[in-house]
T-cell receptor
Framework: GQQLNQSPQSMFIQEGEDVSMNCTSS?????WLWYKQEPGEGPVLLIA?????ELTSNGRLTAQFGITRKDSFLNISASIPSDVGIYFC????????????FGAGTTVTVRA | DTGVSQDPRHKITKRGQNVTFRCDPI?????LYWYRQTLGQGPEFLTY????????KSRLLSDRFSAERPKGSFSTLEIQRTEQGDSAMYLC??????????FGSGTRLTVV
């Protein structure tokens, strides 16, 4: 089963809004990853975080690796319609360096 | 290189039939992974190969499931005597090191 708690489960965005989602775990991880998945496709990596406290940006996306190594957040600034999709957090390590544990996802939909 | 390729993209099968999926990883990647994703959930780890060696199998991988990577290149995942609970998206991913996972587009299995 899933080890990671991701919230919110879903959200509606209006173009131009900033949105935020987060992920918490009962276990520590060495790496936090954020993926986006669109219908019928596999997850695509958005941001990878390798160090506690690290803050990394990729265009309008910003993610942070929590100091406790048990949490991470993702912010999307000035959202646009193509930001819709399902966003997943994933943790990796320390007990092994190959397995990813995923959250259940945050579904982002455009508000009509 | 066009990324991780999975075939078929969709498979509908009758309960009790055997199915086989294929994954072609990125050519220089020596690590290959299989994940399963059910509706509304994040991907769950099934198994991991380093070159041709299968190094871990999740307990999700019952004895009806078998995965191979005979020459350390492409991999196959076979499900014998399919059950309705096997309906899911089966995702393959590859990487050169622990970081840098790339997922394929997945095979959507429907068991009727």
């Amino acid at each position: 089963g899933q080890q990671l708690n991701q919230s919110p489960q879903s959200m509606f965005i209006q173009e131009g809004e900033d949105v935020s989602m987060n992920c918490t775990s009962s276990s520590i991880f060495n790496t936090w990853l954020w993926y986006k998945q669109e219908p019928g496709e596999g997850p695509v990596l958005l941001i990878a975080l390798y160090k506690a406290g690290e803050l990394t940006s990729n265009g309008r996306l910003t993610a942070q690796f929590g100091i406790t190594r048990k949490d991470s957040f993702l912010n999307i600034s000035a959202s646009i319609p193509s930001d819709v999709g399902i966003y997943f957090c994933a943790g990796q390590g320390p007990s092994n360096d190959y397995k990813l544990s995923f959250g259940a996802g945050t579904t982002v939909t455009v508000r009509a | 290189d066009t990324g991780v390729s999975q075939d078929p993209r969709h498979k509908i099968t009758k309960r009790g039939q055997n199915v086989t999926f294929r994954c072609d990883p990125i050519s220089e990647h020596n690590r290959l992974y299989w994940y399963r994703q059910t509706l509304g959930q994040g991907p769950e780890f099934l198994t991991y190969f380093q070159n041709e060696a299968q190094l871990e199998k999740s307990r999700l991988l019952s004895d009806r499931f078998s995965a191979e990577r005979p020459k350390g290149s492409f991999s196959t995942l076979e499900i014998q005597r399919t059950e309705q609970g096997d309906s899911a998206m089966y995702l393959c991913a590859s990487s050169l090191r622990a970081q840098g996972y790339t997922f394929g587009s997945g095979t959507r299995l429907t068991v009727v």
